[in-house]
């Protein structure tokens, strides 16, 4: 008796598996441009923004529901934690009485470094560190009626867009979106 070998075709060709590698290949490549790392990393780094403007702006409208004013630097930086006065004279406002204005950090939630000199003002070619605003209101007549902004610069808006809060007004309570400087 003659046995006969029967030769068995399992498994794949190496043609069939490099086209199913070259398939994988170009549904990762397109997979990876549609969900955009770069960009998922900027809006979770502009949540933590906002958070940290929803933060400082309660503890600001606590001492404005307790002072019947708004604080000035160096009371409202100590009202804060985690948070530290920028360094050098853009801090000064921070640890001066009475100043209206106020740039700050907050530890673990750093800002940009795309600023101009001032601190604040994100003119897309400098390369300095971005730093939260704080400023408050006074009248014309010297009265302070409780009325702050908080400034933040953004990681994911087009170039030059920022967050702020302000506690009266229009815009009172939520965080708003602009380009427009002169809000505060």
């Known amino acids: 008796m003659t046995k006969k070998l029967i030769k068995s075709n399992k498994g794949f060709t190496l043609i069939e598996l490099l086209i ?9 490549g ?26 400082v702006a309660l503890s600001a409208e606590g001492h404005v529901s307790s002072y019947g004013e708004a604080a000035d630097g160096p009371d409202f930086i100590a009202g804060l934690q985690n ?3 920028a360094p050098g004279a853009l801090g ?6 009475l100043s209206d204005s106020c740039l700050f950090s ?20 400098s390369s300095n560190q971005c730093y939260y605003r704080y400023e408050r209101g ?4 010297g009265t302070n009626v ?19 809060y302000v506690n009266r007004g229009s815009d009172s309570g939520t965080i708003q979106t602009t380009d427009d400087l002169t809000i505060y």
Not at 92 to 97: D, E, N, S
């Open 83 to 85: 948070a530290t006065a």
């Open 30 to 55: 397109i997979l990876v441009v549609i969900i955009d790392p770069t960009r998922q990393q900027n809006r979770a780094k502009d949540a933590s923004v906002q958070a940290a403007i929803n933060k």
């Open 146 to 164: 409780g009325t702050f902004w908080i400034v933040a610069d953004s990681h994911g808006l087009a170039r030059g867009r920022q967050y702020y």
């Open 138 to 141: 006074i009248t014309e007549g």
């Open 106 to 125: 907050i530890t673990g939630n750093a800002l940009p470094a795309e600023c101009a000199a001032d601190g604040y003002t994100d003119d897309g070619t």
């Open 92 to 97: 000064a406002g921070c640890t001066t009485a």
């Open 20 to 28: 199913v590698i070259v398939i994988i290949g170009i549904l990762s």
